[in-house]
């Protein structure tokens, strides 16, 4: 294993120290292992709280900013946060009209998120739970109880994070989040493991001529492993899976995300979103709104998945509103 690290033992706290450094619009706690808004909570606002083991950046992190996150809790390594460490961050995060947890539907997450919901309760502040439950590839896995958030946990941040920031109240904001996870679909594809800091070696064994196949994004097993095909084949798998599970046609408009996973290069990324395109396109859909690049990653692995959300005029004005994060920025 060849990383640039200190000690596994350090990793989060010395990954945390340096965004702290590059990002002073960013209030890091590297004790608590919270990341939030610098300046406090906006009075009258809905706060965001997202969050999920490190290993996966830009998420959550690189999202916490003007029009999306208020806050997110990064866990170890592919571990969840803990409810303390959540709760810290409800709190931090609370301006009075309640606060909002996103979370990846992951049987630690979903746990420990549901306990800090419980305890902020306990204080007086109101919370809604929206679970992302994106992938299509498997049901149930190693980690989870129904399907894993994965991608779309993106767009549900983007979108619910700029209703929140248009004076949405709990209630709505919550709901415009849950529509974007219940319109969004994700497949991934693995071509090598991914390697922990604290492991050492990779997850799993893969042949250099085959490609795990509706991977998870911690390196859990997919549908099955197969040879390794052409980027048009890779892509007609997953378009499979996905357009099987949420039918679209001639005149519906979709945001697109072909996300890497570590260590794609973006020009494959964008080969890949090419082929996206030109099937969507030969089914009458259209890609109101795209992304391309690394956003939800499994630290080196190589891959990329496909999310595809039917969105309504609703959301595309939404995903259109001032963003200013780490990972995402347009607007004024």
């Not at 890779?234 to 260590?263: H, K, R």
Request: contains cysteine; glycine residues 14%.
């Amino acid at each position: 294993m060849k990383k640039f690290l200190n000690t596994p033992d350090t990793y989060l706290r010395d990954v945390l120290t340096g965004l702290a450094a590059a990002h002073p619009e960013l209030a890091v706690d590297a004790d608590q292992k919270i990341i939030t808004v610098a300046g406090g909570p906006q009075r009258g606002k809905v706060g965001l709280v997202s969050g999920g083991g490190s290993g996966h950046e830009p998420l959550h992190g690189g999202f916490v900013g003007a029009g999306m996150l208020d806050a997110a809790c990064p866990g170890e390594v592919f571990t969840s946060p803990v409810p303390d460490q959540i709760l810290a961050a409800t709190k931090a995060v609370d301006g009075g009209a309640g606060v909002v947890h996103i979370v990846k539907n992951y049987t630690g997450d979903v746990m420990n998120f549901q306990m800090a919901a419980e305890l902020a309760g306990d204080e007086g502040i109101a919370v809604a739970t929206v679970l992302v439950d994106d992938d299509v590839a498997v049901k149930d896995s190693t980690w989870t109880a129904g399907r894993r958030g994965t991608g779309a946990t993106v767009f549900v941040e983007k979108i619910a994070g700029a209703a929140a920031a248009a004076g949405g109240s709990l209630d709505d904001v919550a709901e415009i989040g849950r529509r974007v996870n219940a319109a969004s679909r994700s497949f991934a594809v693995a071509l090598t493991a991914c390697t922990t800091p604290a492991a050492g070696t990779p997850g799993f064994d893969l042949p250099a001529d085959e490609m795990e196949v509706g991977v998870g994004i911690h390196g859990e097993p997919g549908r099955g492993r197969e040879k390794l095909k052409p980027a048009g084949e890779i892509v007609a798998i997953a378009l499979d899976a996905i357009l099987s599970d949420q039918p679209l046609g001639t005149g519906d408009d979709v945001i697109v995300m072909v996300n890497g996973l570590g260590a794609t290069p973006l020009s494959e990324l964008y080969l890949l979103f090419g082929e996206v395109a030109a099937t969507l396109s030969g089914n009458g859909v259209g890609i109101a709104r795209s992304l391309v690049g690394n956003y939800v990653t499994s630290l080196d692995m190589a891959g990329a998945s496909i999310t595809v959300c039917h969105a309504d005029e609703e959301m595309l004005r939404l995903w259109d509103a001032p963003v200013r994060t780490v990972a995402l920025r347009w607007g004024s």
